[in-house]
Each structure stands twice: as C-alpha cells, then as structure tokens.
C-alpha cells in the first residue's frame, strides 16, 4: 500500500505551465513530446489525447516553421492540456506561438544565439506570463563553448545553461525551468548534480535520445531514477524513440516506484517458476492491459505461490497468492476468497475494480467531510 517516499526533494522556486504548477515542492510533473507532423493539425491533436489520456500533465510540440506556428495555434484551441513549443533557429516562430496561447517556450540557447533576439522572447514572454524553459542539449551546444572544451561534456552544458539563466537575470526574468540533456547516463547526471546547486528554479529532466523502448527505458531508468532519488527534478520526460504513450507509462513507474506519485495501479509480480499454480505472466499482462484505465493509486501483488504470496499480498490493497487446490485472494491484506485457474482473469479484473471504486469512494468522502 502506498506509503510515503523517504526523498527530500530539493528546494525550488516554482512556476506554471498552464495551470500546472512546476517545482517548489508540487508534485513531478510528466511530460511528453508529440512525433505527429505538427502541420497535420488532426493528427496531432488526436496523439496529445492519448498522451493525455495516458496521464501526461504537459505536452511538448515541435513548432520547426511559422506555418506549424499556425497549427499550433488550432491545435491550442483543440485541446485543454498546457502545451510546450518546441523552438529552434528561429526567434520570430517564438514571438508568434507566445501570441497564439503557448503555455511554455523551449528553446535552445546553441541555436538562438544572438541577444537581441533573445531580448524580444524574453519581453514577449513577461508581457503574456508566459514561462521558458532553456534546454540545453550535448548535441547542440554553441561553436564557442565546444571549442573551449573541445567536446560536449557536463561542464560545458552547464556553462551553456548559466550564460542563459545570466541574460534572463540581466532583464529580471525568473520564470523558467532548465534542462542538460545528454544521452550519455553519466554526462547527464553530472550536469543535472552541479546545475542544481548553482540556481533556484526547477529542472527538468531527460536523458534525451535514450533510445527504443527497452534500451531507452534502462537508461532512463539508471540516470533519472539516481536523480529522482537525491531529491533533484521538478518535472519529467522519458525520450524513447516509441510512442509518446509508452514514455508517459514509463515515466508513471518511474514516480509511482520511487513513491514520489501515485496514480493508477502498482504490479507487484513474480518472475515465475516451477511452483507457480497458474501462469503468472500471462495474467499480469493481461490485467495490466485491462486496468490501464484506473487512476486510484493501488497495489496489486500477484504471486505464483506461497513461498512470498501471503507476505505481498498482506501488504498490497488486492493480492493473489498461488495455491492448491485453490489461488487466494487478499483484500485490504486479509484473506477474502478463493479463486481457481478458470476465468482467474476476468475475477480478479472484477475484485480489483471494486476494490478500486471503494478506495476512490473513501477519497471522496474524506475531501466531502473536510
């Protein structure tokens, strides 16, 4: 069952994304990046839907052009999440989503480069109260510093961030958000470790490129996971080269292991082996397809026998411990019925909605009563 995570998180100066709050102790935000060709204004309204549906907070959306200015435009009336633009080379693509509704600019200080231009974002940016985000990326930092350090590395990143955060200093503009992004793990977190300590407002965190599903998970898991837990990040995204979908999903295991957020349903399984009464992999890949849906923070253990069944399933709010002849399920960690092999799913779906609708039943009468 749900507990509270033993990280002290760092201090921050918060801002908001739309009517998301970013930093200053609110909870980590999750963020993901739509791949639609942003022109093609049905396509990507209908991905910031799934992204949504799936439990993003923020959505990012490249805006390479002042035609996909235009889109994005449409597309801000369309949907209800905050919307990030994406912003490379060129300022005046900046001016014009700031004028169009943004919630957030990103931009990129290796490629917008000169002051003057970064003068009229800024200014744009104050008179609509809207909030930048400096994203700093190894690929992409400026021909000064990667012939000063001859390399991309997380020394330069962060001179790139800190001239940045310097010129939004200079014209007294605190509402933004940083990110170095590297797709090496180590690079990444030691840029993130040292840019923490020199500023006050949030960061926000990537391993950007991390890769496929499966590699881009791991690594994403390594570097940000370490982060998450010394207490650095104020928001989140997953880079995977996959559906924007599976980064929203990894990033809510990511929080929801680190007891940092909870929302939806936390599967506790077993690997399987020999002993397991009933086929643990294919039920817990089949309940977590069908539970996808719920939002009420859960844990659900299933395990294949008693050797570590009743001691998961004492703890967790519906758990299923193998067993002869019968499976037992738990409910609030008390024994509550026996279950066979056959229909074990489609009880169990039935036992965890619930259980579910209880729990979410109980929330509403406490918020009610208070």
Known sequence: MFSESPIVRRQSRQIMVG??????????SVQSMTNTETCDVEATVAQIERIVAAGADIVRVSVPSLDAAEAFGQIRQRVNVPLVADIHFDHHIALRVA?????????NPGNITREDRLREVIASARDKNIPIRIGVNAGSLGKELLRKYSEPTAAAMVESALRNVELLDKYDFQDFKVSVKASDIFMATAAYRDLAKQIVQPLHLGITEAGGLRSGTVKSAIGLGALLMEGIGDTVRISLAADPVEEVKVAWDMLRSLRLRSKG???????????????????VNELESRLEDIDTAMDVSIIGCIVNGPGEAKESDVG??????????????VPAQKLGNTDLVDELER?????????????ADVIVKG
């Open 351 to 363: 036992l965890v909605r619930e259980q579910a609708a209880r729990k979410a039943a109980a929330a």
């Open 19 to 28: 009517d998301v709050p970013v930093g200053g102790g609110a909870p980590i």
């Open 265 to 283: 349903i936390n599967f506790i399984a077993c690997p399987s082996c020999s002993r397991q009464n009933f086929d643990v992999i294919a039920t």
């Open 99 to 107: 004028e169009l509704g943004v919630d957030c600019l990103r931009i």
């Open 320 to 333: 299923l411990t193998g067993g002869t002849p019968a499976n037992l399920v738990y409910i609030d960690g």
